[in-house]
């Protein structure tokens, strides 16, 4: 009887059923110790095996695919651990050496002597889905009626049967255990033995730690546990008591009492289509282009709002976006306003022409640092389209800001292109008889031909651009005279200044534009015209200043034209024109300083280079310079004492 | 109080025989076996001689501004624009000239005195029933190598790119690579690419024609490609809106394979001959050492011993 206790303690192991003698336990001896005589024995058995001289007991062998529980896996209920059989596959245990050392306790479950199959009964199935239905593969349904699940499964699904954490190394690692915790052989699936110790302390098995969570220490977890998630893009911020620059700027539609924002549309994607939605930023003066394309522009002529010209002014903008409280009150709103006092013309289809289309919108607002908008103001440009499939139109969007009350309108205040220096893509600055404005190259239209408009000259940018242009019956000097003028452009630039915030007012900040003519006087044909065919702006900078902080000045410019004669008796009609731009870097650098190879020295520079980069890389992390040079040192020290042996 | 060995240096004995001796024929026989064995192995095991080796170097990379656009115009079949920097080929194009406005700039972004890339801008004006649904594009530089042989040649960036749909805008960003069919030399002056990739000087409309500069071009050794796996296209075109190629190319670092110089292929073969040389220096020494002392070869054995260290041991 004994030995009796012993085994039912171990219920946790069902045995197998090929060892005769099977004996079935009942339900409840399978749920834990409750018996105080199961407790005493165990303690007993503690004992021991404490006792047992040399402080070990032979470890435990099986056949391999066995695992051999030691008797001491009883231990796992006694310590509060889960009564538990690990797979379920090891189902024999066979403990043949055990008898050697403590005879008392181990007689009883020599191999085969006992072999207990137990009806696999966990107090919850996790698998037992379909309720009244057997489960397939779930070895702890009860409506399967099986006493041995295993015969009818190939396998039981996990959580079916007990499980256990077992803690294990190989199994050639150990010669023999003297640990007084439940301990087993198994082999696992790279048929590699491993000796496993059975964790039977509660605190390492269970998730013991609950938080607990309330209003307050919610998102106190959620951010501290919490990772990257998918996360709602909407935010609901209360109105912020002022703009800041990059603010989109909030409107106010009286008519239908909605709030939107103001809208810079801006082209976008591959298709440089309008995004309508677009919001222009608070402080952010800048201009957008997009383009529209019209199915049926006789439908959208007076239909699509993005023509009308009444759509982009017939809002209030609020002066901070604290007025988006108090809708009524109009303190916090500011009408557009138009620039001219006419108001512009809706989009009117005529035949085979939509009128008064808008392609350019200009805003001026002038602001006043945290009182906001003070006062916003629109003007525009149209154009007429003519119907027919597949129309676009292109449009300008403009936004410009400035302080409140300031002297001069935004418009008249042209950017400087740099201060003091020219700033590469900025405009080449010229002037005219007090006048300033950019130098420009000929530009031509679609068809080739030249364009009113004009390319500006941007600083540091090398440019050719050229057209056809149409000659008309005139004579030679008026020729002369035109074609001069469209090649330099007009006004013709006269001075050119040093640096890019060069003021009109300042002579010396100026420098004349050399510029030289076509001689006439070469030629010996009095029918013959010269005209001028090519422009070629050549200008020389160069950087002055810091090497830290270079900063690029203007030291000469030239105008230098290209000649042909034509004669008067030759219908020449069209002639091209070409303008260039060339700019010289003339900057004399200085020495680099000592020890800095030339860009063309072939002189052996890199001589020292690992003591170089050693030590170079000393500067930058002290302890990493240290390995290289003291291994350099042994090294040395190492070879001088080969040396003197 | 303790003595320790601190130095010691080895005794030196000799052994005399006659030069037609055994012992000669031996040591003669040691000598050979210890000198030319390891320069078979070196020369056996492969890379004996150092045949190619590289060096890195950013080219001096300039661009010569010039350029060869042609535009293919759809859905016509024949519709196409072009233009160049050559006036010849401009001449020729006739009505298909378009005069494009081209800006360019090159940068060197670490003021190193070389330029590092350059960026690229041609908008050619379109009517609105002008389409560009594809482009082939030449750009021009001069391309120098300096720090082991000095090499020059004028090279090329040829774009071609075309798209389903009309497009507004092509941009592109890549590298000016170059390609080596054969390695350079270790020095001296290489200018044998130093010809102009398109002949300007020539009217005549073949040498315009991109299938002859090509094939012109990729007959050379040394060559530079412009790597854009994928350039962009834009697509929607406002009707007066230009087309726009915007380019950015850069002038990378390069790894240029060359043929070492003789002293750079001895050193090399040196270091590994004397390697392997050790080893049967070594071996062959202990061989020595056994036959001599053992009298495996009649010697007579002569202490050459100072006379001084003889009698200092007799003192002691």
Request: with cysteine.
């Amino acid at each position: 009887m004994h030995t009796d206790d012993v085994m039912r303690c171990d219920s946790s192991h069902p045995r197998s059923s090929d060892a005769s003698g099977d004996r079935q336990y009942p339900r409840q001896s399978l749920g834990g110790l409750d018996s105080p005589m199961c407790t005493s024995q165990l303690a007993l058995l503690q004992v021991l095996f404490l006792m047992v001289p040399e402080g070990g007991r032979p470890q435990p062998s099986s056949s391999p695919s066995e695992a051999v529980p030691t008797p001491l896996t009883l231990e796992s209920r006694t310590q509060g651990g889960t009564p538990q059989s690990s797979e379920g596959t090891e189902t024999h245990w066979t403990v043949p050496e055990i008898s050697t050392v403590g005879p008392t306790v181990v007689t009883p479950s020599a191999p085969g002597n006992r072999t207990v199959d137990l009806f696999p009964v966990l107090p919850i199935c996790v698998c037992d889905l379909t309720p009244g239905a057997c489960d397939i593969n779930c070895c702890c349904d009860r409506d399967c009626y099986l006493l041995h699940p295993r015969t009818v499964f190939s396998f039981c699904l996990p959580g079916s049967v007990r499980s256990s954490s077992w803690v294990c190394v190989d199994n050639s690692l150990i010669f023999r255990s003297n640990s007084p915790f439940p301990s087993r052989v198994f082999m696992d699936s790279n048929g590699i033995r491993q000796f496993c110790v059975h964790v039977n302390d509660s605190k390492l098995n269970y998730f013991q730690k609950l938080q607990k969570v309330n209003a307050t220490n919610f998102q106190a977890l959620a951010t501290e546990f919490g990772g990257r998630s998918f996360t709602s893009t909407f935010q609901n911020q209360s109105p912020a008591p002022f703009y800041r620059a990059g603010d989109p700027i909030l409107t106010y539609f009286p008519k239908w009492s909605v709030i939107s924002l103001l809208r810079q549309p801006a082209g976008v994607g591959a298709g440089g289509l309008c995004a309508e939605s677009n919001p222009a930023g608070f402080l952010e003066s800048k201009s957008t282009t997009c383009a529209r394309f019209f199915k049926n522009l006789a439908n959208s002529c007076t239909l699509d709002p993005a023509l009308n010209a009444a759509s982009y002014y017939n809002f209030t903008v609020l002066k901070v976006p604290r007025g988006m409280t108090d809708l009524q009150n109009m303190k916090f709103q500011v009408p557009v306003t138009l620039v001219s006092q006419s108001q512009p013309g809706s989009p009117l289809l005529a035949g085979n022409t939509c009128q008064n289309v808008v392609s350019q919108v200009i805003y001026e607002i002038e602001t006043n640092g945290t009182l906001g908008i003070q006062k916003v103001s629109v003007s525009f440009g149209q154009t007429n389209l003519t119907v027919e499939p597949g129309t676009s139109l292109q449009q300008h969007f403009i936004m410009r800001f400035r302080a409140f009350q300031q002297s001069t309108p935004a418009s008249l205040t042209r950017p400087r292109s740099g201060n003091p220096g020219y700033i590469v893509g900025k405009p080449l600055l010229a002037l005219t008889s007090d006048i300033r404005h950019s130098m420009t190259l000929l530009q031509s239209q679609g068809d080739g031909t030249c364009s009113v408009k004009r390319h500006e000259v941007q600083f540091g940018v090398n440019a050719i651009s050229g057209c056809k242009h149409r000659l008309r019956k005139m004579d030679c000097s008026h020729l002369q005279q035109e074609i001069y003028q469209t090649l330099h452009g007009r006004p013709r630039p006269e001075l050119v200044a040093i640096f890019g915030n060069a003021d009109p007012a300042q002579k010396g900040e100026w420098t004349r534009i050399l510029s030289r003519n076509c001689s006439v006087s070469a030629l010996h044909c009095t029918s013959c015209c010269v005209i001028p065919i090519a422009l070629e702006i050549q200008v020389l900078w160069a950087y002055i200043g810091l090497q830290s902080n270079p900063q690029a000045h203007v030291s000469g410019a030239r105008f230098l034209y290209q000649c042909q004669s034509i004669q008067d008796s030759q219908q020449v009609t069209e002639i091209s024109l070409t303008t260039v731009v060339t700019f010289v870097d003339i900057t004399q650098k200085p020495e680099p300083p000592r020890g800095q190879p030339r860009m063309y020295w072939k002189l052996p520079f890199d001589f020292f280079l690992p003591f170089k980069v050693a030590f170079s890389r000393g500067v930058d992390s002290q302890k990493g310079s240290v390995s290289p040079i003291l291994l350099l040192c042994l090294f040395l020290l190492g070879v001088l004492n080969l040396e003197t042996k | 109080m303790a003595l320790y060995e601190l130095y010691s240096h080895p005794a030196e004995r000799g052994y005399r025989a006659g030069l037609c001796s055994k012992a000669a024929l031996f040591l003669l026989l040691a000598a050979a076996l210890t000198y030319i064995p390891p320069l078979l192995v070196a020369f056996r095991s492969h890379g004996f001689w150092l045949k190619r080796s590289s060096y890195e170097e950013q080219p001096t990379v300039h661009f010569q501004h010039q350029v060869l656009l042609v535009a293919l115009l759809g859905p016509e079949r024949d519709g196409f624009l072009a233009w160049s920097t050559f006036p010849a080929f401009n001449r020729l194009q006739g009505d298909h000239l378009r005069v494009p406005l081209v800006s360019t700039r090159e940068e060197d972004r670490n003021q190193d005195g070389k330029m590092d890339v350059l960026h690229f801008k041609l908008e050619l004006p379109l009517q609105s029933t002008e389409h560009v649904v594809a482009v082939q594009l030449i750009l021009t530089f001069s391309y120098q190598l300096h720090r082991m042989s000095t090499f020059v040649m004028q090279s090329m960036a040829f774009l071609q790119s075309s798209f389903a749909v009309p497009g507004s805008q092509l941009y592109v960003n890549g590298d000016l690579r170059l390609q080596q069919k054969q390695p350079l030399h270790y020095g001296g002056l290489d200018v044998r690419y130093n010809v102009s990739v398109i002949n300007g000087t020539s009217p005549f409309a073949c040498d315009y024609d991109l299938t002859h500069i090509i094939a012109a071009y990729q007959a050379r050794n040394v060559t530079t490609i412009l790597t854009d796996a994928n350039p962009i296209w834009l697509v929607g075109r406002a009707a007066e809106a230009p087309f726009v190629i915007n380019a950015v190319i850069r002038y990378p670092v390069e790894v240029i394979s060359y043929l070492p110089g003789f002293w750079e292929m001895i050193k090399f073969a040196w270091i590994q001959y004397v390697s392997i040389l050790l080893i049967f220096l070594w071996v062959f020494e202990r061989i020595k050492r056994f036959v001599f002392q053992n009298q495996v070869v009649t010697t007579v054995p002569v202490t050459a011993m100072p006379q001084g260290e003889l009698y200092k041991e007799h003192l002691s």
